[in-house]
Each structure stands twice: as C-alpha cells, then as structure tokens.
C-alpha cells in the first residue's frame, strides 16, 4: 500500500450561517473535509490538567474540531512540530495519515468532534513515537 505522506496538517474555516437567532456551521462528507467520513466520535469530560496521549495512523485522516470551549492539537510530520489552537466551532484542523499528533490544554466543558476517514482498526495505530519516526522515514526513502 502506498501512503502519501506529502499532505501537512492545515486548518480549514467551515461554513458560518449567521442568523440572529444564532448561527449555524456545518460539515458536508467530501466536501469541507478532503475525506468521506466513515466514522466520528467526540471527546468530552477530559479532567484538568490531562491529555490525549499521542499517535498516528498509517491509513487513517481526522478532521478536529472544538465544538465547545478549546484545546491545542499538537502535529508532528517527523521533521516539524505544530501546535493548533481550536476554540471556534467554525474551524477545523485537518490530520493527514502519518501524522503523528496529541491533544492538550483542554478547557473546562470542552468538546472535541472527531471525524475519521475509516473505522476504528486497532492495527491501523501507530503509538510508539520511535516506531511512527522509522516507518515515517522508510515510506518517505
């Protein structure tokens, strides 16, 4: 299988119907993220002072965003490290596959959407960062 390792992680600004009894923002599959969505979950309830712990996914894209309140999305492409702040409901920070990231700073009654370009597949994991770098530089050889 040959994975494309060019894309970088980058926000995207979604789509903002203002309206005085409150504005709306959606996510159309294929079309505001660059996948079609097989599968999303949110994160909720992280107590202060915890995080995400890191991975990577050789075959799987995310697409975050901070539905309410805010927290920092740390990427990692092997040679850079980023660090994105998401608080607005209407940004979302695209993860490209072989890209390794955490998630911390969360604030009090955050929520974080996650939505996956495949199903949950435990092989698909990548969670030792050693390992995500040599696999990173072999697919890149």
Known sequence: MELNTNETARLIELPKVKDPRGNLTFIESGQQ???????????YDVPSGMWRDGHAFKVQEEFLVALSGS????VNDGLHERTFHLSRPQI??????????????FSTNSV????????????????????????KNH???
Not at 33 to 43: D, G, K, L, S
Not at 113 to 135: C, G, M, Q
């Open 92 to 105: 979302g920070l695209y993860v490209p596959r072989m890209t390794w990231r955490h998630i911390n700073n």
């Open 71 to 74: 927290f920092d999305v740390v």
């Open 112 to 135: 974080a959407l996650v939505l996956t370009s495949t199903h949950y597949n435990p092989d698909d994991y990548i969670e030792d960062f050693s390992e995500y770098l040599a696999l």
């Open 139 to 141: 697919v890149n050889d």
């Open 33 to 43: 993220v660059p996948f079609e969505v097989e599968r999303n979950y949110w994160i």
